[in-house]
């Protein structure tokens, strides 16, 4: 029954991830701009600019050349940088490590943050504690990402001279040097979501703690411990997973700010340069591992579903 649950929800991630192909080679010639004219920097006249609109394939209708870039897709071909003339693949073959580290960075600072957290503040409501940790959490939605970046870079230099890395460290070069240059943008990227999770959590621990199981459970005279890990944690936990696929969405999205502050050299910063130049392959190759991204990651988020309730799979 598993593995037909979770083939069901793979043959759903198919027409999503077509209609993410469609949405991503539309949108971005949708930007104001014409690249042939950026490339030529509008001194051209009008002959060669159609000339080099030809050459590049962009002269021939948009249904057309959907149809042809999706064809070399299916082949693992994202095509051509329109300004570097490399293939887009080997492109993200050295940027999307970085992304991915630094949004996996995020995304466990989240985890490890929230749940904690969320346990104890329900575990101990209307108190002290609980009362911090929830305006915390309200703290870390309310700030922008972008601006505790940007103090995380200033405030320490005008005060203690100190400043991140300048720079990109491989990780065969400097392990420990890599993963430090990542720490600081991926607490400032989760912050967010940990709040959010952090709420969610203590909100569905309640309620859970409130069920009559666990006033059974309790009237057994079960260590607490037990009661709210093993009866009230797993039973609040599909909704935060739920919230958690979403979250994991977000910190991709924020990774294009924070890699361009802190300059990583990710997919983030390589799609912020790809717009402001209007490299359409760059763009739609950028969206379209993003798109498979996230619906890989909701996979996940349903097989998690089976694990943690079997009412799920049917």
Same mark, same amino acid.
């Given at each position: 029954?598993?593995?037909?649950?979770l083939?069901?929800?793979?043959l759903?991630?198919?027409?999503?991830?077509?209609?993410?192909?469609? /949405?991503?080679?539309?949108? &971005?010639?949708?930007?104001?701009?014409?690249?042939?004219?950026?490339?030529?920097? @509008?001194?051209?006249?009008?002959?060669?600019?159609? @000339?080099?609109?030809?050459?590049?394939g962009?002269?021939?209708?948009?249904?057309?050349?959907?149809?042809?870039?999706?064809?070399?897709?299916?082949?693992?071909?994202?095509?051509?940088?329109?300004? #570097?003339?490399?293939?887009?693949?080997? @492109?993200?073959?050295?940027?999307?490590?970085?992304?991915? @580290?630094?949004?996996?960075?995020? !995304?466990?600072?989240?985890?490890?943050?929230?749940?904690?957290?969320?346990?104890?503040?329900?575990?101990?409501?209307?108190?002290?504690?609980d009362?911090?940790?929830?305006?915390?959490?309200?703290?870390?939605?309310?700030?922008?990402?972008?601006?505790?970046?940007?103090?995380?870079?200033?405030?320490?230099?005008?005060?203690?001279?100190?400043? &991140?890395?300048?720079?990109?460290?491989?990780? !065969? *070069?400097?392990?420990?040097? +890599?993963?430090?240059?990542?720490?600081?943008?991926?607490?400032?990227?989760?912050i967010?979501?940990?709040?959010?999770?952090?709420?969610? !959590?203590?909100g569905?621990l309640l309620?859970?703690? *409130?069920?009559?199981?666990?006033?059974?459970?309790?009237?057994?005279?079960? *260590?607490?411990?037990?009661?709210?890990?093993? +009866?009230?944690?797993?039973?609040?936990?599909? &909704?935060?997973? !739920?919230?958690?696929?979403?979250?994991?969405?977000?910190?991709?999205?924020?990774?294009?700010?924070?890699?361009? /502050?802190?300059?990583?050299?990710?997919?983030?910063?390589?799609?912020?340069?790809?717009?402001? +130049?209007?490299?359409?392959?760059?763009?739609?190759?950028?969206?379209?591992?993003?798109?498979?991204v996230?619906?890989?990651?909701?996979? #996940?988020?349903?097989?998690?579903?089976?694990?943690?309730?079997? *009412?799920?799979?049917?």
């Amino acid at each position: 029954m598993p593995r037909r649950y979770l083939a069901q929800r793979l043959l759903v991630a198919i027409p999503s991830l077509l209609i993410a192909s469609l /949405i991503v080679f539309t949108l &971005p010639r949708l930007i104001p701009g014409d690249v042939v004219v950026l490339m030529l920097e @509008e001194k051209a006249y009008a002959r060669d600019l159609e @000339e080099l609109r030809a050459k590049l394939g962009l002269d021939r209708p948009l249904h057309v050349q959907y149809l042809e870039w999706v064809g070399r897709v299916g082949r693992g071909d994202l095509g051509e940088s329109l300004w #570097t003339r490399r293939p887009v693949v080997e @492109e993200l073959a050295r940027r999307l490590p970085v992304t991915l @580290e630094l949004g996996a960075l995020a !995304t466990a600072f989240a985890i490890l943050v929230a749940l904690p957290v969320g346990v104890l503040s329900a575990a101990r409501q209307d108190t002290a504690s609980d009362y911090a940790a929830r305006s915390a959490a309200v703290l870390g939605l309310s700030v922008p990402g972008f601006w505790l970046a940007t103090l995380a870079i200033v405030l320490p230099a005008i005060w203690w001279g100190w400043r &991140p890395v300048s720079g990109f460290v491989e990780f !065969t *070069r400097d392990p420990l040097a +890599h993963v430090g240059q990542l720490v600081l943008p991926a607490l400032i990227l989760g912050i967010a979501s940990a709040a959010a999770l952090m709420r969610l !959590t203590r909100g569905m621990l309640l309620e859970a703690l *409130r069920q009559d199981y666990v006033r059974t459970a309790w009237s057994k005279g079960l *260590r607490e411990t037990v009661i709210v890990l093993k +009866h009230g944690l797993k039973n609040a936990l599909i &909704p935060v997973v !739920t919230v958690l696929g979403i979250q994991v969405a977000q910190i991709i999205g924020g990774t294009v700010v924070i890699e361009s /502050i802190f300059g990583l050299p990710g997919m983030g910063r390589f799609l912020f340069d790809a717009i402001t +130049h209007r490299d359409y392959p760059v763009i739609q190759g950028i969206n379209l591992v993003v798109a498979s991204v996230i619906v890989l990651v909701n996979l #996940t988020v349903d097989g998690l579903y089976a694990a943690l309730d079997p *009412r799920v799979r049917y």
